[in-house]
């Protein structure tokens, strides 16, 4: 399994029916001894971006689409931008808020199916970041599946003044949403 | 509540093809309305697509609003594109501590925004997503003031900076000079503002804005788009232009006597020419074709029948006075003209009358030229201009900007690639 930060040599792997025309970098690498196969074998990212951000805490966004005929598990994720990474779904709180967490058991997306990763829903949390994530920087991600196999992709850092949601339990942490919400202070320097 | 989309064939279609539906239909050139739909709530669903839409159904949108004009190439999309009745055009300066390697990043992150918004797909984290949908052969051209090319540490063309000054000029520095610019154009106006406010975003921690000018053109559709725009003295404006696809195009617009990363670019002269409408109402017809030395209606020379024939400078009347006066527009251009010519893809703008003014507009002209060398092709003419022409009575020059427009990039590469 691949567990390391530094960024990889990537491999441009069109997802079948993406569309090329933005050059966005759709990534699929497995290290599992599988061969390659007509049909669909793994996940497809597309989209991908990361929330530009000085430090603490931030997250990565896009479309995972399941194109194989199973169901296909995300358990976990690392990035090349910190030591620590969760994947956090939106739910309502007892009070009606919406807040994140944790999700148990991590992202299942059934065959055919596709999950979005966006500001404001799921997403891949980013926790940690001592250096600076520069907006036109890329942040190198791996998923882990169910199987052991890794996904990685590469999501471009982009300034973006939203996704400054409540997390569940925030007094408890260490880093509150403020982290996130850096841009605005940014725009005064 | 979140959960991935399970795999109901009504929610097949992804939200990529929910909001790019208009591209990927015109990528193969079919129109298939109902895809231009909207994507529910922040749930992490996708909500399925109706293709009973009641705004959609039955409805196709016309080629000059659905088409896509490509983004990649050896030259940068709208310059030899046909003109599009919108434009906005934004000179930035860069943030005192911008380095080399953050113009790299901040025109990696421009280059892909504009590659998707050309397309007809909301750019990554695009806030308002439904607003990219209708490309409406959009285009955005960057074009590099002298600052960034010594940011790169790369030579500059000899010609990239402010113009000489003439005896015409009213500048005022809110319109003028700027180390980036962004030409946005498109057929349809929220896609133009659309496409300005993501590219401004994204710049923003980089860059800001320090003018921005927009221009306007007959709609899209009103009339054939080769005929020459009429500008707000009722004149044809742009009459001699070389022809887009043809070689005279190629050898007056495209730079060959630069450095090398300037090769398959041009360079851009943007005028910002205030235009005394209320002056120009007390010239009658006769005097106003004088002036400019072509007719009002078909824009041909007061010489010749049709707005394509050569103005005959030498023809006199049967007193023995130039049929084209000394003073007129169109002499003093002509004589002082280079082999290659500009090519000019100017603007209308009028702009919010000023509170308590006497005039009723505060309009003009946006004049845009293209050409491959701006000592050669453009400062001869605007030279004459300055020194005897009738017309400056009424048009003065208040803005005033160059810029190296660099050459295209492919898919991978980003615009300016070639300076690193």
């Given amino acids: 399994m691949i567990r390391t930060k530094k960024t990889f040599s990537l491999i441009a792997v069109l997802a079948a029916g993406a569309l090329a025309l933005a050059g966005c970098s759709t990534t699929a690498s497995t290290d599992s001894d599988d061969t390659m196969e007509s049909t669909a074998t793994t996940l497809t990212t597309s989209d991908t971006w990361v ?6 805490m931030t997250a990565a966004f896009g479309m995972v ?6 169901d296909i598990t995300i358990v976990s994720a690392t990035t090349s931008a910190s030591d620590m990474t969760e994947l956090h779904e939106t739910l309502e709180n ?34 940690g970041v ?11 991600v791996t998923l882990t599946l169910d199987d052991g196999s890794t996904l990685e992709f590469t999501a471009p850092a982009k300034d973006y003044s939203g996704a400054n949601e409540n997390y569940e339990g ?5 880093m509150d949403h403020g982290d996130m919400d850096h841009d605005d202070m940014e725009m005064d320097e | 509540m979140s959960e991935p989309v399970e795999p109901d064939t009504s929610r097949r279609l992804s939200r990529r093809h929910l909001l790019w539906g208009g591209a990927a239909a015109a990528g193969v050139g079919a129109a298939t309305a109902a895809g231009v739909s909207i994507v529910g709530g922040t749930s992490g669903s996708i909500a399925p697509t109706s293709s009973g839409d009641a705004t959609t159904a039955g409805f196709t949108p016309q080629e000059a609003f659905e088409g896509a004009v490509p983004f990649y190439g050896a030259h940068q999309a709208g310059i030899e594109t046909p003109a599009q009745s919108n434009a906005v055009f934004i000179a930035l300066d860069l943030r005192d501590d911008i380095d080399a390697s953050g113009l790299r990043r901040l025109m990696g992150v421009l280059t892909d925004d504009a590659a998707r918004l050309t397309a007809g797909q909301p750019a990554l984290a695009d806030s308002e997503p439904e607003l990219a949908v209708i490309p409406a052969q959009l285009t955005v051209t960057f074009g590099f003031g002298p600052r960034v090319v010594e940011l790169a540490g790369k030579a500059a063309p000899s010609w990239l900076g402010p113009l000489p000054a003439f005896g015409i000029d009213q500048l005022d520095p809110a319109y003028c000079d700027g180390d980036l610019l962004i030409q946005i154009g498109a057929n349809d106006p929220l896609t133009v503002t659309h496409t300005a406010r993501m590219l401004l975003k994204d710049a923003r921690s980089f860059a800001l804005p320090r003018w921005s000018q927009s221009g306007f053109r007959r709609a899209a559709g009103a009339e054939n788009p080769a005929a020459t725009m009429r500008n707000l003295f009722g004149q044809l404006d742009g009459t001699g232009n070389p022809s887009p696809g043809t070689t005279e195009f190629s050898e007056a617009v495209w730079s060959t006597d630069v450095p090398s990363w300037m090769e398959g670019g041009t360079s851009f002269v943007l005028r910002r020419i205030a235009m005394d409408l209320d002056g120009w109402d007390k010239i009658d017809r006769l005097g106003r074709e004088e002036t400019i030395g072509r007719t009002l209606d078909t824009g041909a020379p ?6 394509g024939d050569e103005p005959d400078l030498e023809a006199k009347d049967r007193l023995g006075f130039p049929v084209i006066p000394a003073f007129a527009h169109v002499r003093r251009a002509k004589e002082n003209e280079a082999a290659n010519k500009m090519f000019r893809r100017g603007y209308n703008y009028d702009d919010t009358v000023l509170t308590g003014a006497e005039s009723v507009s505060n309009s003009g002209l946006l004049f845009a030229a293209f050409q491959a060398d701006v000592d050669k092709q453009f400062v001869p003419v605007q030279k004459a201009l300055d020194t005897l022409d009738l017309l400056n009575t009424w048009t003065t020059p208040v803005g005033s900007a160059v810029f190296a427009i660099p050459p295209g990039c492919q898919e991978g590469g980003y615009i300016g690639d070639t300076l690193f």
Avoid at chain 1, 65 to 70: I, L, M, V
Avoid at chain 1, 109 to 127: K, S, T
Avoid at chain 1, 130 to 140: E, H, K, Y
Avoid at chain 1, 170 to 174: C, G, V
Wanted: proline fraction near 7%; aromatic fraction near 2%; charge should be negative.
């Fill in chain 1, 130 to 140: 001592t250096d600076p994530i520069l907006a036109g920087d890329d942040v190198t």
């Fill in chain 1, 65 to 70: 689409e399941n194109p194989t005929d199973h």
């Fill in chain 1, 170 to 174: 925030d007094d408890e942490m260490d």
């Fill in chain 1, 94 to 127: 007892e009070s009606g808020d919406m807040v994140m967490q944790p999700i148990e058991g991590g992202f299942t997306i059934p065959a055919g199916g596709m999950l979005m990763l966006e500001p404001g829903g799921n997403h891949i949390m980013i926790m």
């Fill in chain 1, 51 to 56: 929330k530009a951000i000085d430090s603490g």
């Fill in chain 2, 302 to 307: 007061l010489t010749g029948t049709v707005e």
